[in-house]
């Protein structure tokens, strides 16, 4: 069964700075998806990035993008520019086609951003 | 799109209560997830369905969660007789396959006392 880790409870970061969120995930497939999402106070999941692992290219999104390094089973979300909007909950999420698109999610890191 | 759809936002009950949380999934999606969060536990997968069939329930806790998806539009998961550690909130999650996309509800947050 696939595990995703993430080894970071908290982070914080100055407004307008970078922070970078780690993850680790183990699996034995090929074809896969790794996602970012975040959970607000308001407890919403929203989507914050997807990264398919057949495409050797960062996925970016404005101020949040990855860095997807496969053999290393890792993809780290840098949040550049930070505002105070991005404090929340980020959870790193795994999921695999060939388990009918079961999504598995890691643990989560909390990031606070100082003004 | 109104999103996927949950209700009730907030349920308080008490323990050996029977409680039923619904779920309207975004018109067209095929599959839809169910999912528990808790602080110890995190996000957890309880049973997933495509195309109104049920694929892996392997982590529905015990025979007192059970879970419906009577057709496309709509899912209920019930749980009955309720116990204070299901407290939780839970979420439901749709897809179209073969797009990856998942878009959750707001959840519903179970007291149970």
């Known amino acids: 069964a696939q595990t995703v880790t993430q080894s970071q409870p908290e982070m914080s970061v100055q407004e307008a700075e970078t922070v970078t969120l780690s993850c680790t995930y183990d699996t034995s497939e090929s074809d896969y998806y790794l996602f970012w999402y975040k959970q607000p106070p308001s407890r919403q999941m929203i989507l914050v990035i997807r990264?398919?692992?057949?495409?050797?290219q960062n996925a970016t999104e404005n101020r949040f993008s990855v860095n997807f390094q496969k053999a290393a089973k890792s993809f780290s979300l840098k949040i550049s520019d930070s505002q105070l909007g991005d404090a929340a909950m980020y959870f790193c999420a795994y999921r695999s086609p060939a388990a009918g698109n079961k999504l598995t999610f890691g643990g989560g890191t909390r990031v606070l951003v100082k003004p | 799109d109104a999103g996927v759809i949950q209700s009730p936002r907030h349920e308080v009950t008490e323990m050996g209560q029977e409680v039923t949380l619904r779920c309207k999934p975004i018109?067209?999606?095929?599959?839809l997830f169910w999912y528990r969060q808790t602080m110890m536990r995190g996000l957890e997968l309880l049973i997933y369905?495509?195309?109104?069939?049920?694929?892996?329930d392997s982590g529905m806790p015990e025979d007192r969660f059970s879970a419906k998806m009577p057709n496309a539009s709509f899912s209920t998961l019930k749980i009955q007789p309720s116990e204070p550690r299901d407290s939780a909130v839970y979420f439901c999650?749709?897809?179209?396959?073969?797009?990856?996309?998942?878009?959750f509800g707001s959840g519903t947050q179970l007291s149970v006392l």
């Open positions: 369905f495509n195309n109104n069939v049920p694929i892996d």
């Open positions: 990264q398919e692992a057949y495409k050797q």
């Open positions: 999650a749709s897809s179209f396959s073969p797009d990856t996309k998942l878009f």
């Open positions: 018109s067209g999606h095929n599959s």
